[in-house]
Every structure is written in C-alpha cells, then in structure tokens.
C-alpha cells in the first residue's frame, strides 16, 4: 500500500525527461499491489495504468489511452476527496458493471492536475482488514446451529439467507433431487424473483469437480453457467451437497456486479461441506424418527398383545429372572408385574419338578417345549390346572429371553367334569324316565284295587281308613311319576312373538280368586308399552304359573301378603337389552341350605311338592337364551326374577315394534 507521503513517486517521475515519463509512471505504478492508474483531471483521460488495473477494468493499455476518466470513476468524488486518505470509490468495468471500492489519491503537482488513484475492491479491502475471516467463522457457527432447526426445508432457508448477507447478493439457490423424478428441482431461494430455471437435469450433479466458479470471458460448462452467461451475471459458483458419490443437492451463489473473490471457492468448499453435514444430519434423523415410530408402533402392538391376551406370559430372561408379566398372568398367578419383576421364576411359577430341566434346555438348545396340562400353585396356595409351554426368543445367534405361555384349562376342566355329570344325569334321567313309565301302570292297578276295596268295606270304617291312606299314596306317587316324565321329556318350543306384559298380567288375573281367599294383595307394576320377545306363549306362561303360584302357597298359611310384579327393561349387557320379570312375595323365605339348590331336581320346601316345578321352569327360560335367578330373606319375603332378551331389531327406546 502506498504511504501517507508522495514525494518519492514525484521525485522518480520529474527527475526524468519529459519523453520518458510516460514509460516512467507506467513502471513504477507497476511497483505497487493495487490495481492503479494515472489521471490528467485537467484533461479528463488516463495517462497510465499498471496491469492490476487494466485487468480489473477489463480495458487494455491502448483502449484506456482513447477514453475519458470519468468514465471509469466519479471525478467530481476525486476532487472531493483529501489526498492520501481513503475513501470509496465506484470502478466500471468494461462491460459495465460496477466494482465496489475504496481509492487513495496521491497528488504530483502543486496544482492537483496529475492525480495517483490506487483502487481496492470491497472484498479485497474487508480481506485485508481480515473482518471477512470473523465473517465467515460467524456464519460457519450459525450453519452448525442449524441442527436444532425442526426440519431440513427451514435449515436450508435459513442456510441461504446467512449465506446470501455474506455474499451481499440474493442469489442464492439450494436444487434438490426428487425420487420421482430424474431432475434437480428448485427447493430453496434467496430472493423472490430468480433468473435460474425451476429445473435441471440430473447431469448437473455428476460433474467431477464438486465446486466450480464461473466468470465472464470463460467457457461455460453447465447450465447453470449457461442461464449465468445469458444474465449477464458477474460470477456464478456452485457446489455440490451430500456425499462425495451419492450427491443429491447443489448450492449456488451468484452475483449481478461484484467479482468473486480469489478464495470463493476454497469459503464455497466449505459451506458446501457443512451443509452436506447438515443435510446427512436430517436425513439420519428422519431416518431414525421413522425407525422410532416403527418400533413405538411394534411395541404399542406387542404390548396390546400382552395386554388382551387370555393367555398368561411370562417374559423371562436368561438368568431366570422375571423381565416382565401380562395382565393375564397377574390374574393366574395372583401376583402384580412390579412386584415380580427382577425375582427369580422359580420363586413365583411353582410348577412341576420337570419344569427346572425344560427351562434349561429351552435356554441353551433354543428347544420349544409343551409340558400339557400341569398344576401350578398360585400366591395363596391354591393349585389350579394349566397348560404350558416355554419358547425361547432368539436374537443374533442367542437366546436373549424365554416366554412361557400359561393357559387357564380349569373352566375346561369343570366343563368337562359337568358335562360327565350331564351325562352320567342324562342316562340316570332316561332310566328314571323308564322306571317311572314301567311304574305308572301298576300303581294305576293298585290305585283301581284300593278304590273297590275302599267301597267294599264301608260297613268297617277302620279298615276303610287305612285303604284310603293307601290310595292317597298311590296318587302322589302317580304325581311324581307324572312330574318325572314331564321333566324327562324333551319339549320342542314354537317360537312367536310375545308381550311379556300381557302375559304375566293374565296369569296374575287367573291366581286373583285364590289370592282374594287366602287374603293376598296384589301390585303389577310395567311400562305402557314393552317391546316384544321371541317365545313359546305355553312354556313361558308355564313358567310363571309355577313362580306365582309357588309364591301364593308360600302366603297361604299367614293369610295375608303381598304380591309384587315388576317389569322393567334393563341394558346390563351391551347391545343385548333384556326385558326383567321380578316376582316379589312376603312369605317366610326360603331356607338357605335349600336356596343354593332351589332350581335342582326334587329339591323342595313343599310337603307335597316333586321339587321338579322350578327345574322346568328353570330349563325353559335357558331354552329362551334367559336367565332366572332368586333372593331370599328368612322372614322377609323371596323374590325371583326372569331375564328374557328382546327379539332382534325391537327399538328399546319407547318405539316398538307394531308386529305383536
């Protein structure tokens, strides 16, 4: 840089001749390191120039000779400016554009005519101030920052906008690679308005040098260049983004005026290297998200599994510690999952003997077992019937844990011991059906001897007595025969429609005479409208024949009570509305070591009764898919109560169906 002193450029230039001073200037302007040039401000022309300048400006030797000098510079601004201070300056090129700078004026006459103009460009001048290199290490901090940025798109915006303030220009474009199609598509720009296409073909990333610079002058070599020479723009620069062989984006700066600085492509190099960094950052990111929700997902399913499963698991890992148990095997066991985790099996599954020896081979032969139906014993002692099985899990070559799979078989084990007691009952109940038909026809023999007995001895009332004690029995045992029969035979219902309200009412109606007698009170109690139910009107009036007349007899002896009839529909179970029958008396009750057994075969609190009453009516109202149950209070009433379902299709909300 020249000093603040000119008297040494003055002194080289006068002490020569005057055909020689030409050549003289030229020389030493060649000395310094800056572009400059020698101007005759009287004159307006440029008397020399060294080659810096002639290259800035893009003008040769002889061209700038035969032009003025206010072309190139603002004069007026020369004039202005005090000698030997810097100031800025404007320098047009040939072609016109405008290089932004700063000058030194030196004087070399007394008068001001002969001025020294050494010019700087902007760059070159913050350069040599070295504020570019605090510059850049900023923007290089904030592309590292764009990691925490929430997706790739807006640190790419906001890569684009640093970088366009440290290149001052808006044009600044970030093509990316689509899947779908072979080509480059603008994804990001600085500004608004862009002079690049919306689209380059592919080729544009396979160049074998990753970052190229392009100036006027030069021979283009893509089409970004291309659309760069057609805008008549002053520099164009672009690298690649991604991986050295897998690159998929491409960043580019351009500029309309200013001339690239000499280390563009080295600062270029470098963004292109932290945004590859970035953008492989995402991609593993996103990558990683996706694999996170897969497996979230994995495991939301696989513990919806555990979850409602029926069976039992065990999830048990290679030391035989307790990872973890499903809600099933908490129920099975009696044991909650945080209070087994980290014990030992055999602490918690007491199983059978075999069982240690199986887990053994299961963990070091990745041998699946079935052990069948085995008895474990649960927290409180209790021994219940299962059946197990052990499966190793797998992963990398070992076996990284065991399942064991425990199935409740008990309900099958009591339906299998009540159906052999159905069956050991169904062939009891054919037999008794035949005994009872073989037994019928000779009591009817006897019964019809006692009766011409009994006449024959009316002149002898005491044996006449004891003949008729004999003919009552023989008609209650034809009762309980009838009443066998009744039950053992299969009945076959004839399904219609049925308002339940209308019978139970007209059954109430047949029983009023008898409840008048025995002083009886009766309450019935329904809704104005029920819907209907699919049903055999015989056996269902059967049934509450039997349920209401049960609980007028019960009455009888107190002579008086009440007879309660409520009707109602209920929605206990979803989707399955019911219509619910309760019969409600106050008579004694019903004693509690009958209760529990009060709709089994010949089980009665009647002196007289079969005990088969409440067995048939029990089996009707399981053969209309319904339920009957009974509450009893010793000394405080019994009430029995009728579940039917409504036909398919009833409305259940006050609109029924007309089809009665």
Not at 366 to 372: K, V
Request: aromatic share 6%.
């Amino acid at each position: 840089m020249l000093s603040n002193s000119s008297n040494w450029l003055k002194d080289a230039i006068f002490g020569k001749s005057q055909n020689n001073q030409t050549t003289v200037y030229r020389n030493i302007l060649n000395l310094l390191p800056n572009p400059a040039c020698l101007i005759d401000m009287s004159n307006n022309v440029i008397v020399c120039s060294n080659a810096d300048f002639n290259k800035m400006s893009a003008y040769a030797v002889n061209e700038l000779s035969e032009i003025k000098a206010d072309i190139l510079f603002d004069l007026e601004k020369v004039n202005l400016a005090a000698p030997a201070e810097l100031f800025s300056i404007d320098l047009v090129r040939r072609n016109k554009l405008v290089i932004n700078g700063y000058s030194w004026k030196y004087l070399l006459d007394d008068k001001g005519y002969l001025v020294v103009l050494v010019f700087v460009s902007e760059q070159q001048y913050i350069e040599q101030q070295h504020s570019w290199q605090d510059r850049l290490f900023g923007i290089m901090l904030d592309l590292l920052r764009l990691i925490d940025l929430e997706s790739l798109e807006v640190a790419f915006q906001t890569a684009i906008t640093r970088i366009g303030t440290f290149f001052d220009t808006p044009h600044v474009y970030i093509y990316q690679s689509r899947s779908e199609y072979p080509e480059l598509v603008l994804a990001i720009r600085g500004g608004n308005e862009t002079i690049f296409p919306p689209t380059l073909p592919i080729h544009e990333i396979s160049t074998e040098n990753s970052t190229m610079i392009w100036t006027p002058g030069h021979r283009v070599q893509s089409e970004i260049q291309k659309t760069a020479r057609v805008g008549n723009l002053a520099y164009v620069g672009t690298t690649l983004l991604g991986p050295s062989k897998g690159a998929s984006a491409i960043l580019v700066i351009a500029h309309e005026k200013k001339q690239p600085t000499k280390n563009l492509s080295a600062v270029l190099d470098v963004f292109g290297s932290t945004l590859s960094a970035v953008m492989q950052y995402f991609i593993l990111v996103g990558t990683l998200r996706h694999r996170i929700i897969e497996q979230e997902f994995k495991i939301a399913v696989q513990n919806d599994i555990l979850n409602h499963v029926q069976e039992g698991i065990l999830v048990v890992q290679r030391d035989l510690k307790i990872w973890t148990i499903n809600p099933s095997a908490e129920i099975l066991l009696g044991y909650q999952a945080k209070e087994v985790v980290g014990l030992l099996l055999e602490n918690i599954l007491i199983g059978p003997e075999s069982l240690s020896p199986l887990l053994e081979s299961s963990r070091n032969e990745f041998i699946s077992h079935r052990l069948g139906i085995v008895h474990i014993h649960r927290r409180n002692g209790d021994a219940m019937p299962v059946e197990m099985r052990i499966s190793p899990v797998e992963q990398d070559g070992q076996i990284s844990a065991l399942l064991i799979f425990l199935r409740d078989v008990s309900e099958n084990e009591e339906i299998r011991m009540r159906a052999q007691q159905l069956e050991h009952r169904a062939v009891l109940g054919e037999f008794t059906a035949v005994f009872a038909h073989e037994v019928r026809n000779p009591i009817n023999n006897i019964s019809m001897g006692l009766q011409i007995l009994s006449r024959a001895l009316t002149a002898d009332p005491k044996q006449k007595d004891m003949v008729d004690r004999m003919l009552g029995d023989c008609d209650r045992l034809t009762h309980q025969m009838e009443a066998v029969l009744a039950y053992s035979k299969p009945f076959d219902p004839k399904y219609e429609n049925v308002d339940i309200g209308l019978l139970v009412q007209k059954v109430v109606d047949r029983w009023k005479p008898r409840m008048i007698r025995v002083g009886v009170k009766d309450y019935v109690q329904k809704p104005e409208q029920l819907p209907i139910v699919l049903a055999d009107p015989r056996l269902l009036e059967q049934v509450f024949v039997n349920l209401i007349g049960n609980a007028v007899e019960a009455m009888t002896s107190q002579n008086t009570g009440t007879l309660a009839v409520h009707i109602q529909i209920i929605k206990q179970i979803a989707s399955h509305p019911q219509i619910e029958v309760k019969i409600i008396d106050s008579g004694p009750g019903i004693p509690e070591d009958v209760r529990g057994r009060i709709f089994e075969p010949f089980v009665t609190t009647k002196k007289t009764g079969t005990g088969l009453g409440l067995a048939i009516s029990k089996r009707i109202v399981t053969a209309h898919r319904g339920n009957i149950t009974v509450e009893s209070y010793p000394g405080g009433g019994t009430v029995f109560t009728v579940f039917l379902p409504i036909k398919q299709g009833e409305e259940t909300d006050g609109n029924y169906s007309s089809d009665r």
